[in-house]
Structures are given as structure tokens and as C-alpha cells.
Nanobody, 115 residues
Framework: QVQLVESGGGLVQPGGSLTLSCAASGNIFRTSVMGWYRQAPGKQRELVAVISSGGSANYADSAQGRCTISRDNAKNTVYLQMNSLKPEDTAVYYC?????????WGQGTQVTVSS
């Protein structure tokens, strides 16, 4: 069973930065596609960024240019660096592991952007 544990969320002022981390248990991390999703109150969960096992990254339009997803296979950890944060980035951010169509989710970490 895979467990994903997110950390790094919190309260940040508009224009600030945060880096989220997600540590995965088990031994399938390095062959999995890892992603970050977010869900704001009253809205559907949406993709923020995804990174392949080989390190190729793709971003939602809202994240392009402001976010960087990266992974450290030696640490079984995926990161999401977020810059120039806006109030509309406020959401619960979830880590996702996808391996051959099977998905696992973390419990989420709250990011609040407010002055």
C-alpha cells in the first residue's frame, strides 16, 4: 500500500512563495507519474502540475511560469515550488501518484494566500 504525505502548506502573503513536499512510501515511486492537484472551496479538484518518471513536467495554464514541479527519486519525494502566489491560489493541495492507471492520493495540505 502506498502512502503519500504532503507538507509545506501554510499562510502566505500575495506575491510570496511556498514549496510543497510529498513523500511516498513503498518502492514504486521512481516508476510512477507524480502530480499536484488542488481543490478550492466549492470547486472541483484540478491539476496543477505533473511530472513523469523521467522528469518531464507539464503545467496547468494557471501554474505555468509560476510553479515548478520536481522529484527526487532517491528520497521518494516530489516537490511543488510556487512563486508569485495569488489569493486565487488558495486551496487544499493534493499529491497524486499514478502507476499504470492506479492512483493514490495524499491527505492534502492547505495553502492560504492572504494579506
Amino acid at each position: 500500500q502506498v502512502q503519500l504525505v504532503e507538507s509545506g502548506g501554510g499562510l502566505v502573503q500575495p506575491g510570496g512563495s511556498l514549496t510543497l513536499s510529498c513523500a511516498a512510501s513503498g518502492n514504486i515511486f521512481r516508476t510512477s507519474v507524480m502530480g499536484w492537484y488542488r481543490q478550492a472551496p466549492g470547486k472541483q479538484r484540478e491539476l496543477v502540475a505533473v511530472i513523469s518518471s523521467g522528469g518531464s513536467a507539464n503545467y496547468a495554464d494557471s501554474a505555468q511560469g509560476r510553479c515548478t514541479i520536481s522529484r527526487d527519486n532517491a528520497k521518494n519525494t516530489v516537490y511543488l515550488q510556487m512563486n508569485s502566489l495569488k489569493p486565487e491560489d488558495t486551496a487544499v493541495y493534493y499529491c497524486n501518484l499514478n502507476i499504470r492507471g492506479y492512483e493514490y492520493w495524499g491527505q492534502g495540505t492547505q495553502v492560504t494566500v492572504s494579506s
